[in-house]
């Protein structure tokens, strides 16, 4: 049996668009032969569809979508919709549909629904009560959705779940697993998805096709590579990372299985070379790609799903000769080409003139659009419009603010005129201490490199220039050290810690969320630490009124961070200094 | 037996003050002759904790308030707090402590945890396993948390519920019934607490002590009314709204329930006249408050302690001479007197002289201390820098925008210069159909009437100049047809369906969540329906930027309100139109 794995790139809400791309790729899967095609979690609808699930009608067109869908099939299919029982109260499924000759056969609901980080499906759905496989042809299938296989031994205890669907599931004994899965991409978790199938396989000593979402949905990139694992946990087949995708796998029964339903299904790569070569490796070599490459690739797909899906074309960064601009210009490029971006510098007195060379060089070496609008003129009729109400003040970063507003202002306006959606610039680093000014270098619809510490914003920086066989970020751009250039000879280090020490002490308070005593224990200074953590905490009204940002860490400021603002908890760094490392 | 109710306003995260504010209320009591003090949810740790939950030293800091207050409290107590058991996994529950004598007699955890709307309890806790009354001298008591004594029916249904915690305690006899709340504040909340809870004691045979909190965190506001109901449902005893309080009753074990364990306790209203005459009606009247009164006192309170919470004494508002920026400045001088609010007025050459003449007379009436920034220098300013880039192009919304972002940018550096909070002036109307601009008029700290339709803000008006007993807002201002002023002759009328119409929709729309063909049934016109619902979808993005706001309505923008942007899922509105209110 020849099964399609249709790794398709849905837009949240857009059903009638979804449905037809899931029709086309099954047009092509029965054209090339396949029986069967598997399409991610809620293809119907998009994920993550959000508040969207609480209205009548957004539930009821995707009931439309779907028998739409059964009814033009050309081959059977498993798809991902929202299931709805009016039973006692109206209750929701994250579900998958096992689709036969123009019929539903068989419903699967989700049973562990994730409900921590970016994830509230409790919020919305109520869990499986039953599992059974389905019979197709010649072979029995076990159905699940995404999380329903993250149930090794301490994930399990870490969620505190209390079933485990793939146990339910073995028990009734299919002959083939297939995930339904919609994974938002973070660095390294394509191996923590593999591993994890590996482990499943072997344990239930069956093969599994387990198929991703792709693409952009506002803050979460789904990164693909859809995979196929035989019952010995050897990696069978791998579809794109951050691409559509659409490749085969042959599933076989084997004579024994015929003759005891206990026995399992044998997947073999498909033969189909028309639409794409199936890899075949059975190791993890498929998997072995470097964070800072998948790190570009899901901020392109990131920026450029986010931007078609809100209907820009164009895109304009303020360029201000330093870093963080040239990789967000950069990226841009990469995601809707250099004829649809514009950079607009916008120097100050405190502009160094190098600043404004790499800015313009930067724009040149990407080929793209670019303008000056020196903000002197603005400063001083700020100055003029609050001298008296400023009087016997002394100037502070009241005036550093200013600047950085008058910019965003322009940046806006540049998109209001002629319609670029503006993007942001600002890293992880600076969001998290707050180095940064709310309504001036925070403005923009999607703040493209927001969940990336700056000495990452580093590593992409010299990635792009050796990718790009020269340097399209200029080398005086990556080489001098970071500046606001606010003021007169302003340098990010004389308010902020090195980046390499703020960025360690960042990654374990943030994402691996230790204690202030343990991130000293790590070997950082006690005084370094508090100052950092309290930054960090007591930025979280400018956090709560930025940009949308794209999310490739474990843990991101955004929808997955929920911590009030109007709040006085404050840990205390009270370890004395190990060995430190600064 | 006396008990005491003790609504206190915690802050969140702010866990040795929340211990000192209970001692504090514990010895009153106990010098009151109180034998038990109840204080609310999560006192320990304040309502709502978010993700500070995920920090397990905020967990322990927990822990350690909880035994700091067991050990010097003067009488027994109830409170909230969140417990842990190091299982299989770390499980946090929403639990409520009974202290006697220095130790922790009982632990109750919290079994319905709601995940809904700005509720997001799974994401953080496990729900109780177990339901055992207390035994507390001679009275058998049953204690529960907020959730989980919605158990009616039809909530249960909807929600999905599938145990109803009361009952389970109900079987174990207990005599008297105590929970303790975080219940926000909603117009006309207290009432369907009021049944909720009238309902419960009478089903259940039961007196029941009610303890909710009082007080702003973030977006939400408690407003206290914690009461005593009897068996039959009849109120006994109400504290203050919006207002910390310390009331009691008598629960008194009859002669038939020593000799039955089956028979309730007597509740009758405390005789301590020190502290607080106890209220006793019996009747709903206590609750019979207008919806126009409540909502200012919520908004007064949200106010005042979002800005203390978060360390502001000041607040500095835009003064447009508008009916918003005069019903914000009105709320303000309450939250934190009026030698605390500072009004800028901001005119263009587009303002009308009336609109500086209302803001100045506002701002004398008020008592505050006013300035008036003109802002065209700064639009000339833009002008000319931005010449250059917009060459060719016609005058269009860009303008309007950089007036409103001259002065957002304005007011931050006043905030910035002189530590004020800049508060926003925006309504529910204009954030819903994006009728604002960002990084404009949608600066602030705290969106103090974002969830206020605009009809509701000339209710706020009136009713503050009828209690004032003059024109506190200029009557101008009230009568004015609202304008942004933002081009000459500007009336929001010319862009926007009028305001009861539109308010009518957002209102159908948003709070009761009507398909668009039940909106148009309500007598709306077809294509004005559409297009208000096509303008609420389409400024998803502006809302995700937006300030926070204060809550009052029963589906507010901000954290209970999670739409994607990217998004294209779109509601028709197809019936033809019946009997059109316009």
Known sequence: MKIALGQINTTVGDIAGNIDRMLDFANRAGKAGADLIVFPELAVTGYPPLDLLLKDSFIQANLDGLHRLKEKLPIPAIVGFVDVNHGKGKHLYNACAFIEGGVIRAVQHKTLLPTYDVFDEDRYFQPASQHAPVQFKEINI??????????????????????????????????????????PFGVGKEHIRFELVKEQTRRHKLPMIYVNSVGGNDQLIFDGRSFVMNERGELVCLAKAFEEDLVYVEAEQSAAAKASREVEAKIAPGKAKKERTVKLSGTLAEFSSDRTVNTLSALVLGTRDYMGKCGFKRAVIGLSGGIDSAVTAAIAVKAVGKENVMGIAMPSPFSSKHSIDDARKLAESLGIEFHIV????????????????????????????????????????????????????????????????????????????SDLPKMMVYDLARYINEEAGKPVIPVSTIDKPPSAELRPNQLDQDSLPPYVILDGILNAYVEQRRKPDEIIRLGYRPEVVQDVINRIDRNEYKRKQAAPGLKVSSRAFGMGWRMPIAQRFQEKATAPAGSPLK
């Open 142 to 183: 076990g159905l699940s959705i995404c999380e329903d296989i993250w149930t090794r031994g301490d994930i399990l205890e870490k969620l505190s779940y209390q079933v485990d669907p793939l146990q339910l599931l073995s028990e009734k004994k299919p002959q083939l697993l297939i995930n339904i899965s919609a994974s």
């Open 374 to 449: 020196p903000i002197e003129p603005a400063m001083k009729a700020y100055e003029t419009m609050l001298a008296p109400l400023f009087a016997g003040r002394e100037p502070d970063v009241t005036e550093e603010n200013i600047q950085a507003r008058i910019r965003g202002a322009i940046l806006m306006a540049a998109s209001n005129k002629m319609g670029h959606l503006v993007l942001a610039t600002g890293n992880k680093s600076e969001l998290a201490v707050g180095y940064c000014t709310l309504y001036g270098d925070m403005c923009g619809g999607l703040a493209v490199i």
